[in-house]
Each structure stands twice: as structure tokens, then as C-alpha cells.
């Protein structure tokens, strides 16, 4: 059973004792993470912004959800108009996912864009709770063997995703648990976002 299953558990008919446990928890996950595998992730971002690379955003469902935010903060939110961060999210485009799910497969949604859009130098970055999504893993091996450099948001115990990824950050917890890793993708994403509008004012 995991933390959020036994908080449910011991709280069930009582909403206030398992809003406080929900955000005691998850302040506690935030408390462990590592902050140098964030400042690797952001130097990864501003990197690309000076060669003018492209950054690729990937994840399915809720992280498909977080990608779009991503890219939506970075390459907008920035407000680095004159050196911009070009962001975008493959998750966005509902005719070219659904096309190529139905001409090649669910699997290659990620890997076909990525092709057609992404040269040497690059990022992509994949999001996902459990890392075990094999769409985003083609992805990232593509990416590997073309010089993508490729970064992992991972939770659980990282599966098949996190050792794939040259830089990642990685949010520990007992695999079911997608509402928290979900929850600090999001707050990654803010802090990534204020950082890089505070850097791009100071440098422009």
C-alpha cells in the first residue's frame, strides 16, 4: 500500500485530517529532493537558449498536461523576445498525434515528431511518474543516438526512463503515487519559469 492509499485509509471520513497529510506528504517529498539535479536541468535550458537549440517536451496524460506547461513557461513566460527559449511540447498537436497513432502506433507519437522536428543539439525532455512509458522511451533512445541531449522527470523508482537520461530529477516514492510526483513536476515547472524570466531580465 502506498502513502496516499494508507492516508486514505486512516483519514476516510475525515477531509481535513487527509488534506493535512496529503500536503504534510508532499512537503516532505519536497524536502528530498536534490537541488543540484534541478540547477543541472536549468543550466541544461539556458544552455540551449545561448546555442539557440530547441527544446522538445514530451509525457502522457497528466505530464502531457505538465509538457504544455512546460513550454508554455519557458518559451512565453520567459519573456526572452530577443534570445528566446524555443520551447515546444509534442503533446499539443491533437491532429498529428492522432494521425500517426493510427497509421503507426501509440509508440511512435513522440519518436515521428521528434524526427521530423529535432537536429543535433537539442533537448528533449520526457515527464512521466512511473518512466516506464514506451512511447517517451523511443523517444529518448532516438534522442540518445542522434546527440538529443535528453532529460528525465521521473517519480517512483524511475523505471526504464531515468538511467536512459543524461540529466534528470527525480522524485522518489512507492510506484501509484502520481497525484505527488505529479504535484512536483508542477512545482519544478514554477520554479524553472521564475528563474529563467529573473535570468533573461538581468542578461537582455
Known amino acids: 500500500m502506498n502513502n496516499i492509499d494508507q492516508l486514505y485509509s486512516e483519514t476516510a471520513d475525515d477531509i481535513t485530517s487527509f488534506a493535512k497529510g496529503y500536503l504534510r506528504y508532499l512537503t516532505q517529498l519536497l524536502s528530498q529532493l536534490n537541488c543540484d539535479e534541478i540547477a543541472q536541468f536549468i ?3 539556458m544552455d540551449a537558449r545561448q546555442r539557440g537549440a530547441r527544446i522538445f517536451f514530451i509525457g502522457n496524460g497528466g505530464s502531457a498536461a505538465t509538457a504544455s506547461h512546460f513550454a508554455n513557461d519557458i518559451a512565453i513566460g520567459s519573456r526572452s523576445w530577443g534570445q528566446p527559449y524555443r520551447a515546444t511540447a509534442f503533446t499539443d498537436n491533437v491532429p498529428v498525434i492522432t494521425a500517426i497513432s493510427n497509421d503507426y502506433g501509440y509508440d511512435d507519437i513522440f519518436l515521428l515528431q521528434l524526427k521530423i522536428n529535432a537536429t543535433p543539439g537539442d533537448i528533449l525532455v520526457a515527464i512521466s511518474a512511473s518512466g516506464n512509458s514506451s512511447n517517451l522511451i523511443r523517444a529518448v533512445e532516438y534522442a540518445n543516438e ?13 523505471g526504464a526512463l531515468k538511467p536512459l537520461c543524461k540529466v534528470g530529477v527525480h522524485i ?8 505527488p510526483v505529479e504535484d512536483i513536476h508542477m512545482v519544478l515547472d514554477h520554479l524553472t519559469g521564475a528563474y ?3 535570468h533573461s531580465s538581468d542578461t537582455t
Open 146 to 158: 542522434h546527440e538529443i541531449t535528453t532529460v528525465g522527470l521521473t517519480g517512483f523508482d524511475g
Open 196 to 198: 529563467l524570466l529573473k
Open 172 to 179: 522518489q516514492t512507492p510506484h501509484g503515487e502520481y497525484g
Open 43 to 45: 543550466q541544461c535550458l
